[in-house]
């Protein structure tokens, strides 16, 4: 399965290369991806299905950070319950930057928690696969 691809920002206007290593399991028709514009810095979102391969992409084009699929974990901040839910994205945010953005409304069902059954906006506390390299920011 190709990687590499040359898309256009969709705010800009811009082009630049995209590395996306995809799993055909995670990666479905209905996913989408949040990507960083390396030129104007802003984020769009960009199906797969909306890949280009290109074999021979120019070398004048900026490059994006690369794409990453990873499972997001929410964690009770209150009891510490762990995985109260989990979440499947595909992003070229660093760890900090997506725990930081990234919200989650959930529900602890552990019965010695002080908020069960009260709803609470988490951040994502870990990742179950695809581990999240902030170096790549």
């Not at 630049?16 to 479905?28: A, E, Q, S, Y």
């Not at 930081?100 to 019965?111: D, F, G």
Request: charged residues 15%; aromatic residues 6%; glycine residues 6%.
């Amino acid at each position: 399965m190709p990687f590499e691809f040359v898309i256009a920002c969709a705010l800009c206007g811009k082009q630049f290369t995209l590395v996306w290593l995809m799993d055909p399991v995670r990666v479905g028709p209905e996913s989408t991806a949040e990507i960083t514009c390396p030129i104007c810095g802003k984020r769009f979102h960009l199906a797969p299905g909306n890949l280009l391969p290109v074999p021979n992409a120019p070398n004048n084009l900026a490059a994006s950070r690369p794409v990453r699929t990873t499972e997001l974990v929410y964690d009770c901040p209150s009891c510490g319950m762990r995985g109260l839910t989990v979440t499947l994205v595909h992003t070229d945010l660093s760890w900090e930057e997506l725990s930081r953005e990234t919200m989650e409304l959930c529900v602890c069902s552990n019965s010695p928690c002080p908020k069960r059954g009260l709803q609470q906006n988490l951040h994502p506390t870990r990742t179950g696969f695809g581990a999240l390299n902030p170096s790549l920011a």
